[in-house]
């Protein structure tokens, strides 16, 4: 079983919202963090934002804070990044990925999570 998978990218106009999903494995929320990541292209992977439904935590990255919210649903073993007023910088391949621990950080570095998902694809025209 595929441990995380992405989807809900899409095209849209700046402006718009998108409500991405990350699915994943039974159980994975009692034990681990949640975190989302973007990669544009030419560019460094970023942390976006973190959920730990163990610790009752999360952060945002202050790139994305105020327009982007995470959370998560444990009994449907997803987690959610809902994301308003969408700007083309914001074009990029989201990722979702499973921390090692429950814990999440607010310096939000891929070196703290372990299994990723493939990706969604989110472009924002102006």
């Known amino acids: 079983q595929v441990p995380l998978v992405e989807s809900g990218g899409s095209l849209v106009q700046s402006g718009e919202s998108l409500n991405l999903t990350c699915t994943v494995s039974?159980?994975?929320?009692?034990?681990?963090?949640i975190g989302w990541f973007r990669q544009a292209p030419g560019r460094a992977r970023e942390g976006v934002s973190c959920l730990s439904l163990g610790t009752g935590s999360t952060y945002t990255a202050d790139s994305v804070k105020g327009r982007f919210t995470i959370s998560g649903d444990n009994a449907k073993n997803t987690v959610f990044l809902q994301m308003n007023s969408l700007k083309p910088e914001d074009t990029a391949v989201y990722f979702c990925?499973?921390?090692?621990?429950?814990?999440?950080?607010?310096?939000?570095?891929?070196?703290?999570?372990?299994?990723w998902g493939q990706g969604t694809q989110v472009t924002v025209s102006s």
């Open positions: 039974p159980d994975t929320l009692n034990y681990h963090s």
């Open positions: 990925a499973r921390g090692f621990g429950r814990w999440c950080s607010r310096y939000l570095m891929d070196t703290d999570f372990g299994a």
